[in-house]
């Protein structure tokens, strides 16, 4: 290939919207093409492009691969702005785009749904979430057992509400403004495509952990949550703009992981699996734990929260650290130094920060029911 050819290709990658990822937006190592489509990649999203297929999509390396003069005119005609356009014309609203961080999971799905199903070009595809109501099977980890069992939930945005059944038995009904949904990777290591469903229940919160064989039905299934939630708000909050509403449908954890943890009166360090969900930090007995063994409010530094990197009243172990809230110190323990650096610095950011209009109502949730 002649140099002025990856010259020219090199000007077309600095234009507006070439220069992050069609598919993700990262501006991070957009080194690679898919020719056919015409759009500029990431290397992440890129692998996942060769995973379906030329047919569908051609992948080049920018930097190593021959280009001849056409398809370099290709890339100038088309672009990622352009090619977009098209491939993403009725992207809705609450439909998560996964970011580079984002688990692989949501990443694959993203991908497939746009360029495999063409899911955001003909709306009539996007039926399996887009209605207000989803019905199906589920596995569901049982409350105090390891395995899974099938389970019926139908999520119905009309009543606000994610209900499961044993066969015809309701079993519970979860309001479905309260809920927060997470997708599961590293946790659950014995199943596939996890996700859990965090809600307020009675004085703590409830954990349901479930699974599907299918990653598209995964995704779908979070996706249907996110679209009720997203259906309820409308109609509660007509005047509200598209971007707004779809803040915050789901949120994924802050911070989760193995800690030790001991109260004020310097009992035996207990290892406890910590979950910080927006404002809510939670330690529970093991990771798919379905009701946590305590859970904590983090407020904001005015009012008496702070994190301390050294443990003043410990013996000096490099791993510990402390944490303050009005009410009560925890002495805390990581297992390796990144940790404990990740969370301190994840506390301290929450510290430092205002709380929102919903954190407030977090906080008056838990306070109402005695914690
Ligand atoms: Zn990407």
């Known amino acids: 290939m002649s140099d002025r050819n990856r010259q020219v290709l090199f000007e077309i990658l600095q234009k507006d919207g070439n220069n992050r990822c069609a598919d993700c937006h990262t501006t991070e190592h957009v080194d690679w093409a898919s020719c056919n489509l015409g ?3 990431c290397q992440d999203c890129a692998g996942i492009h060769r995973s379906l297929g030329v047919d569908i999509s051609r992948v080049k390396s920018i930097k190593l691969d021959y280009w001849d003069d056409d398809l370099v005119k290709k890339m100038a005609e088309a672009g990622n702005e352009n090619v977009n356009k098209y491939y993403e014309q009725h992207l809705p609203k609450y439909y998560r785009r996964p970011s580079k961080s984002d688990k692989e999971l949501l990443r694959v799905q993203f991908i497939k ?12 595809k996007q039926a399996p979430y887009s209605a207000n109501k989803k019905e199906g099977l589920l596995m569901k980890k049982g409350k105090d057992r390891k395995d899974f069992f099938p389970r ?18 309701l079993i519970e009904s979860i309001p479905l ?28 919160t409830r954990h349901i952990f479930v ?3 299918d990653p598209k039905e995964a995704v779908e299934w979070y996706t249907v949550i996110r679209s009720a939630k997203w259906d309820r708000r409308r109609l509660a909050f007509p005047a509200m703009s598209e971007d707004e509403l779809a803040k915050d449908l789901t949120t994924d954890f802050g911070c989760e992981g193995w800690l030790n943890k001991r109260g004020p009166n310097m009992e035996p360090y207990k290892r406890r699996w910590f979950t910080l ?6 330690y529970h007995s093991e990771p798919l734990a379905a009701i946590p063994k305590g859970e904590m409010y983090i407020g904001y530094k005015d009012v008496g929260y702070s994190v301390e990197n050294n443990n003043t009243r410990g013996k000096g172990d490099p791993l510990e650290f402390l944490l303050k809230t009005p009410d009560r110190d925890y002495f805390l323990k990581a297992e390796t130094s990144e940790d404990k650096d990740r969370w301190i610095d994840v506390l301290t950011s929450i510290i430092s920060t205002q709380p929102s209009q919903a954190d407030i109502k977090l906080y008056t949730g838990m306070v109402r029911s005695g914690r």
């Open 39 to 41: 759009i500029f990649l």
């Open 113 to 124: 749904a746009k360029y495999e199903r063409k899911e955001f070009v003909y709306p009539d």
């Open 152 to 169: 019926n939930f139908v999520v119905n945005s009309l009543d606000n509400s994610i209900q499961y059944y044993n066969k015809t038995q």
């Open 177 to 204: 403004d309260d809920v927060n949904v997470v997708l599961v990777s590293d946790k659950a290591r014995e199943k596939q495509n996890c996700f859990q469903i965090s809600y307020p229940k009675g004085k703590s």
């Open 211 to 213: 699974s599907c064989e």
């Open 277 to 282: 969900d927006r404002r809510k930090l939670m």
